[in-house]
T-cell receptor
């Protein structure tokens, strides 16, 4: 069983569209994250939720809205997609907010045309 | 804020060569330090960590020593294999989050 799974794996869409990426973890972890990896492999945190509560919200355009219906799921909705949103988005989880061992999903490659 | 700087890649080595990937950090205090590895098509996974000065983290033949004098945490391996080809990320802990460096691509040729 995949510990942290995200869908879709690839997402190709037009500028201006709205899209969602889903993430689920079956590890029983309390904390989940969204990271963005740009074309130069630079990885930057976007959001973190602990037990469905938002605890980290970096400087991210408000077109990006995370939603955590329960602690096993953290979805990312993006409105009005822009070319600069093209990147690989990684979901991750950890046992709790203080635990540094993160388990990552395999990523969603988003291409905005 | 705190930050991590890694050597630029790609680093290309022949099998059995010695590997060093440099990492330096800027931080207030002495944060825990980490190396994560991303194999092709996969998410990142923790490779090793060190929580205080002079600690040495090690795993799978890789080592890194927390050096507060030089604010460094360089990754080393004595003899690399083709299967070590991946992207390596240095990171530090800042509050409730990890701050990652830009990643260094390692390519090992047989």
């Amino acid at each position: 069983d995949t510990a942290v799974s995200q869908t879709p794996k690839y997402l190709v869409t037009q500028m201006g569209n709205d899209k969602s990426i889903k993430c689920e973890q079956n590890l029983g972890h309390d904390t989940m994250y969204w990271y963005k990896q740009d074309s130069k492999k630079f990885l930057k945190i976007m959001f973190s939720y602990n037990n469905k509560e938002l605890i980290i919200n970096e400087t991210v355009p408000n077109r990006f809205s995370p939603k955590s219906p329960d602690k096993a799921h953290l979805n990312l909705h993006i409105n009005s997609l822009e070319l600069g949103d093209s990147a690989v988005y990684f979901c991750a989880s950890s046992q709790d907010a203080r635990n540094e061992k993160l388990f990552f999903g395999s990523g969603t490659q988003l291409s905005v045309l | 804020g705190n930050s991590v700087t890694q050597m630029e890649g790609p680093v290309t080595l022949s099998e059995e060569a010695f590997l060093t990937i440099n990492c330096t950090y800027t931080a207030t205090g002495y944060p825990s330090l980490f190396w994560y590895v991303q194999y092709p098509g996969e998410g990142l996974q923790l490779l090793l960590k060190a929580t205080k000065a002079d600690d040495k983290g090690s795993n799978k033949g890789f080592e890194a020593t927390y050096r507060k004098e030089t604010t460094s945490f360089h990754l080393e391996k004595g003899s690399v294999q083709v299967s070590d080809s991946a992207v390596y990320f240095c990171a530090l802990r800042e509050g409730n989050k990890l701050v990652f460096g830009a990643g260094t691509i390692l390519r090992v040729k047989s």
